[in-house]
């Protein structure tokens, strides 16, 4: 038995010795033919011959040995020599995905196939990848190439007279002297054919047309008539309609139903909250026309749609100076003046004659440089340098340079900017592809 056993452990040692020397004379023979084919190649392709050079590298790939990624770099070199030829632009890009789909891929295969994908202008792809190259490397160098090309963007031909922000994915643009709606992106939803036109929420847009005050929905059909007498009207924003009658605003569903509380002027309301005036000073109102700031400041800051409450933040002027108030309490030092926060991202600020950036803590986050900027939507800052206007990220860099004769802030990917054609719009490429910012 002993013996019996002696023999099997025997024969099997042998077994695992005629195995690894099989397997070491297999690898040597595939290093050995790699090698040939690579050399082979190597001296096809420094005499420029490059289409006989390919079956020799394809054929050197398919081995696994130590050098394989060699013989990869070579045939992708001689793929780009051939790049203009049918096929090769596929089997190029194949082999860099083979590449990237490895568990061991670098940060150098992504950045090579960005930049291939770049260099034909497939903007898309070539974020893609940088996205994944992030993921799953952490390179500094993808964040950066990544950064270099995110805000790229696309403008639209149409131009408009005038227009004002984006609110809600929409916005009011002028034509041939009436207002009417577009999308954020300058397509045109309600006609511009009227002389005045709100604010689309609550699934309609309030308009005059011949003094006549109504509500529309996106079609621009009539769903609600006011019958009061009012003479003009706010934006319409949480259900909250600001109205003028008799001299003096009062608020209005959208259904024209009318409140009872009266004020010398009301803004629009942003996150249930509004900028109110009563008996010459002014504060701020929630939904119910209830007080959350007492009405006892010289002013308070809006936005040009009449905005002034964001991220729980309001900007309140006194005499010459301008300070943060959060919460109803002080926050940080006073400035010269302010734009208020939008629903996400920084406050632009004046101090000294420039503008700078602060956070709701009242921190300064972005130094004080530029000539003029707005606050922060969708994480990018109009700012105007040397009279031309651009947009910087939420680190304070350069995004899109200053090209613009004025601008205005990013909502759904998009932003009106006023060129020499008028007012267009610029929509970002990578949020038009569905991945937001």
């Known amino acids: 038995m002993k013996r ?31 090698d040939m084919l690579i050399r082979q190649a190597l001296s096809l392709t420094n005499d420029g011959i490059y289409i006989r050079a390919v079956p020799l590298l394809e054929e050197a790939v398919g081995f696994n040995t130590t050098r394989t990624i060699e013989a990869e770099t070579e045939l992708k070199r001689v793929y780009l020599a051939l790049i203009e030829q049918p096929g090769f632009r596929r089997r190029y890009t194949e082999l ?164 009872i509380a009266d004020f010398e002027m009301v803004g629009m309301h942003s996150e249930g909250n509004a900028a109110a005036k009563q008996g010459g000073r002014w504060g701020v109102i929630d939904g119910g026309a209830n007080w959350i700031i007492p009405p006892e400041h010289d002013g308070i800051i809006k936005d040009e749609l009449g905005r002034a409450f964001g991220q729980g933040a309001v900007f309140v002027r006194n005499g010459s100076s301008v300070t943060l108030l959060v919460n109803g309490e002080r926050v940080g030092s006073a400035f010269e003046d302010a734009r208020p926060f939008g629903r996400e991202g920084y406050a632009a600020v004046k101090s000294d004659g420039r503008w700078g950036f602060i956070n709701t803590a009242g921190e300064v986050v972005i130094d004080f440089r530029f000539e003029d900027a707005l606050s922060f939507g969708q994480h990018m800052a109009a700012v105007k340098i040397n009279g031309l206007w651009g947009y910087i990220s939420l680190l304070g860099n350069e995004a899109i340079e200053p090209q613009f004769l004025q601008a205005k802030s990013f909502s759904d990917g998009s932003a009106p900017v006023l060129t020499e054609r008028g007012w267009q719009f610029i929509t970002l490429i990578e949020f038009r592809r569905g991945a937001g910012l």
């Open 4 to 34: 019996a056993t002696r023999m099997l452990i025997g024969f099997g040692c042998m077994a695992l010795l005629l195995i690894s020397w099989v397997v070491a004379i297999t690898a040597d023979s595939d290093y050995e033919r790699q």
């Open 96 to 259: 860099l995905s083979r590449q990237m789909n490895r568990a061991d891929a670098t940060a150098e295969i992504f950045a090579e196939a960005a930049e291939y994908f770049l260099s034909i202008s497939r903007l898309n792809e070539a974020l893609n990848i940088l996205i994944e190259g992030i993921s799953r490397t952490g390179s500094q160098h993808l964040i950066d190439m990544y950064e270099a090309h995110r805000y790229a963007f696309t403008i639209n031909r149409t131009g408009f007279e005038d227009v004002t922000a984006i609110f809600g994915s929409t916005i009011q643009v002028k034509m041939d002297g009436y207002w009417g709606l577009a999308s954020a992106d300058g397509t045109l939803l309600i006609p511009a054919e009227y002389e005045k036109i709100s604010t689309f929420s609550v699934d309609r847009a309030i308009v005059m047309r011949d003094g006549v005050i109504s509500a529309v929905d996106r079609n621009n059909n009539r769903i609600a008539l006011l019958h009061e007498d009012a003479t003009d009207f706010g934006n319409f924003a949480d259900n909250r309609l600001p109205l003028i009658i008799d001299g003096r605003w009062y608020r209005a569903t959208g259904e024209f139903e009318m409140g």
